[in-house]
């Protein structure tokens, strides 16, 4: 099939220079700075997040490169002396966020910085690559900055890596786990049922609280988590401060282990921007080290991830998170099973089986949605919901990986179906949270902060018009890898 732009593409790309998308996406961004650091959205999250503001960065590294340097700086500037790198830095005076900082109790229980106030989970590291694309995207003027910033940041992203592949991964494999559902950053994706129903609690130790999150929303509750599984997550935090936040205890003792493709999809991409920003900076002397974080994720993503253990045997979409608690993968089928196309660890010669997936009707890709995007889980299985947050609906930033991961392996006809598919739902329903994959409808916050800027990437990014103008490019062709 050659890869022309359709008509239908091409008036796309028009719209987009056209009804000045990226002017309103930036004007998110804009609205969501607070002058330290940009909000997710002004319905619903009041702090800094910290895979939101690697996101973030990314679509103001395109104009703003002092402000994306910011973002980065603040976010750095709260991580822990182990290197953790928390999942929330928070806002002292904002209250409509529960739970709040001093629920984590952080500062009195580990050494952090004092001037922060954080949480004590992780979320993917996805930040070297943010802090790659302020350096690819900088503007005129600001080099030397962007050079100095490196500098700082690179130890401090060194130290980030550290921590996950040490307290992150006693076992050495080069895979992340996790101990919440919220350090992976598919909060509720149906994964976490099983791990989360089989945590034994007395009834009166499962916290009572105020749903804020849906109050914010208007009372939309059939969009969010139910009470009883929210009130698991935070019974888990509990749990967590009980053993002091203490990662040897952690792995030790914590009832919920989980070894995640999320994060570790991450890392191993974020290992490959760490190396590229050590030669820019001119400082070689942790690429051993990184290439052997790296080596270790290539050598037992398959064994720890497929039931099989074999990437030779992979069928169809088995590639799950391992339980390692229970000492079993978990079965469901989700986007999570096809996101390893981003990190570039599948061969070449077993990425159709992955692809076939992308491809899918169970995974919109058959003209069976509003947009060809992909859903967060598979659209046949009894567990999916459209409108509910990670159980269904479409996220712009999971596309935005896939979108990568399919053109470095050279699917750019359905990468480009991803990217005007985004479009289309931004222009139906605005910057949104998420998307309901039938509808188009827009869901959760609205000014969503890494909805309009990856968005701002997709279509500023001039590498993305390349090759599609070309006739003779096939999807999946070597020639063009
Ligand atoms: C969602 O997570 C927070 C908890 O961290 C929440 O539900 O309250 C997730 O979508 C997460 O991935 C995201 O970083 C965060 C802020 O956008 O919201």
Not at 127 to 139: P, R, V
Not at 202 to 230: Q, V
Not at 384 to 411: A, D, E, K, S, T
């Amino acid at each position: 099939m050659a890869v022309l732009i359709s008509g239908e593409d091409n008036r796309r790309q028009q719209s987009v220079k056209s009804n000045g998308i990226i002017q309103k996406a930036k004007a998110v961004l804009d609205a969501n700075w607070n002058g330290r650091f940009t909000i997710p959205s002004p319905v619903l999250y009041p702090h800094q997040w910290s895979w939101d503001s690697a996101f973030i960065a990314i679509g103001n590294s395109y104009a703003d490169t002092s402000r994306a340097v910011r973002e980065m700086k603040h976010l750095f500037s709260a991580q822990w002396e182990n290197g953790m790198v928390p999942h929330i830095v928070f806002n002292e005076t904002a209250k409509s966020y529960y739970p709040a900082g001093d629920f984590y109790g952080v500062r009195e229980l580990r050494t952090t910085k004092d001037d922060y106030i954080t949480s004590c989970l992780i979320q993917p590291p996805v930040h070297a690559i943010a802090a790659y694309y302020i350096y690819k995207n900088a503007q005129e003027g600001q080099r030397e900055r962007v050079l100095e910033f490196l500098r700082w940041i690179y130890p401090k992203l060194l130290d980030f890596h550290r921590y996950l592949t040490t307290y992150r991964d006693p076992e050495g494999t080069g895979l992340v786990t996790v101990f919440h559902p919220w350090e992976s950053g598919l909060d509720n994706l149906p994964v976490w049922d099983e791990p989360l129903a089989r945590l034994k609690i007395e009834k009166s130790k499962i916290p009572k609280f105020p749903r804020l999150d849906i109050k914010a929303l208007g009372g939309a509750k059939e969009t969010r988590e139910r009470d009883e599984t929210y009130g698991r997550l935070i019974y888990l935090i509990n749990r967590m401060k009980e053993l002091r936040y203490d990662e040897e205890k952690l792995n030790r003792d914590f009832p919920f282990k989980v070894k995640d493709i999320m994060c570790s999809c991450a890392m191993y991409v974020a290992n490959k921007h760490l190396l590229m920003i050590g030669e820019i900076i001119q400082d070689d002397k942790n690429s051993d080290i990184i290439r052997q974080w790296m080596r270790k994720t290539e050598f037992n993503f398959f064994k720890y991830f497929t039931p099989t253990g074999k990437v030779d045997t992979l069928e169809a979409d088995d590639l799950y998170n391992y339980d390692l608690r229970k000492e079993d993968w978990i079965r469901r089928r989700t986007v999570l099973s096809l996101l390893p196309v981003y990190s570039g660890i599948i061969p070449r010669e077993k990425i159709d089986v992955v692809v076939n997936w992308i491809n899918h009707s169970h995974y919109c890709g058959a003209g069976n949605c509003f947009a060809p995007v992909l859903p967060s889980t598979d659209l046949d299985e009894s567990y999916f919901i459209p409108q509910n947050y990670w159980r269904g609906p479409v996220w712009i930033n999971i596309n935005w990986m896939i979108y990568y991961g399919l053109r470095n392996y050279g699917f750019y006809h359905r990468a480009e179906e991803i990217r005007q598919g985004i479009l289309k739902l931004v222009e139906k329903s605005g910057f949104r949270e998420y998307f309901n994959p039938f509808t188009g409808e827009g869901l959760g916050g609205t000014n969503f902060g890494w909805t309009a800027s990856l968005v701002i990437d997709l279509f500023s990014n001039a590498d993305n018009d390349k090759p599609l103008n070309r006739t003779d490019v096939k999807d999946g062709a070597d020639e063009y890898k």
